[in-house]
């Protein structure tokens, strides 16, 4: 009785810790006004900006974790971890760069919320990034 009651404090506290932050901007059109932007640069921005929103320190982020599908060349191939290093997060943050194609960005926030609900950590950043 008593493990059942955790269990379901638990997922009330990542119901409650999942706080959502949405960037509306264009989508990178041919020859568009991002055209010149970096997905990792946006990504940092959003990162910084969502970090600053849930009023938490970035030394608190255990990972950063990012869909991404088919990623460019020009890319490095962890989108996740240079958007991190980029926002200024620690160098003990990991980040993990995951692929579902249309269902990335989905897939990061899972895997997210499943990491905390498996006590695998506390506080994580997730969403996607297109390039």
């Not at 989508?27 to 946006?42: A, I």
């Amino acid at each position: 009785m008593k493990a059942e009651k955790s269990k379901t404090r638990r997922r009330n506290d990542v119901t409650r810790g999942c706080h959502s932050f949405s960037s509306a901007y264009p989508y990178r059109r041919y020859n568009g006004v991002l055209k010149d932007v970096r997905p990792d640069d946006l990504g940092a921005f959003v990162i910084q900006e969502a970090i600053k929103r849930a009023g938490i320190a970035p030394t608190e982020v255990e990972d950063v974790i990012l869909g991404c599908a088919n990623q460019l060349v020009r890319i490095t191939g962890n989108i996740a971890r240079m958007a991190l290093l980029l926002a200024g997060l620690p160098l003990i943050v990991s980040g993990q760069t995951v692929n579902r194609l249309c269902g990335s960005g989905l897939q990061a926030v899972n895997a997210a919320a499943q990491s905390i609900l498996a006590n695998a950590g506390d506080v994580f950043v997730a969403g996607g990034v297109r390039v």
